[in-house]
Every structure is written in C-alpha cells, then in structure tokens.
C-alpha cells in the first residue's frame, strides 16, 4: 500500500486522461470523470451512466455519465508511485471503454 495525496492522484488520472488517443478523446460526450476516496476496497473504477453505443435519437437533457476512480482501492493494491500510476491508467482505460460501449469480458482480453 502506497500514500499518496489527493492533489497528486488527481493529477496522475488527469495524466492518464492524456494518454487517451486524440481520435476517441473527441468522441467522449456528456462524461464526467471524478476521483472518490471509495469505501469498496476491491472497486478501482466506476463507469455510470448510458455508453455511446446505446444512445438513441431520444437522448437529450441528461446528467453527464460519471467515471469514477477510487483513489484507497487503487493505492491500497499498489506498493510504489509507477504502480499507482500504471493502475490508474488501466482503470481510466477500462472505464472510459465501459463509456464507448465496450464490456467487461472485452476489456480483460484486451488488456484493460
């Protein structure tokens, strides 16, 4: 279990955010990503909300989906900063493939 601040754990989602190619980046609709202490030790990440893949016509006038990645779950399986830093990318990835309609089971084949 690594400590890390919230400042700088932000700051590292917001690095991995970054490394989303510019093509899907500019894709992402109506999405929110936030960072939560959690309570949930074994949930890293959290994708709410309706995936671009189930949108219809009718879709309008809704709160943004939510990304959520918990900062104690992802501190607590790692021992170092790269740790951290190489999970939070992996959840980031993972959530934001949840938002492009993209399901679990493609997500662990994929890597993510």
Known sequence: MIELSRARFEEMVADALDTVPPALARMMRNVVVVVEDGDE??????????????????????LPDRITIFRNAICAVCDTEQDVIDEVRTTVVHEVGHHFGIEDDRLHELGW
């Open 41 to 62: 030790p074994e949930l890293l990440g959290l994708y709410e909300g309706i995936p671009l893949t189930e949108r219809l016509s009718d879709y309008s006038a809704v």
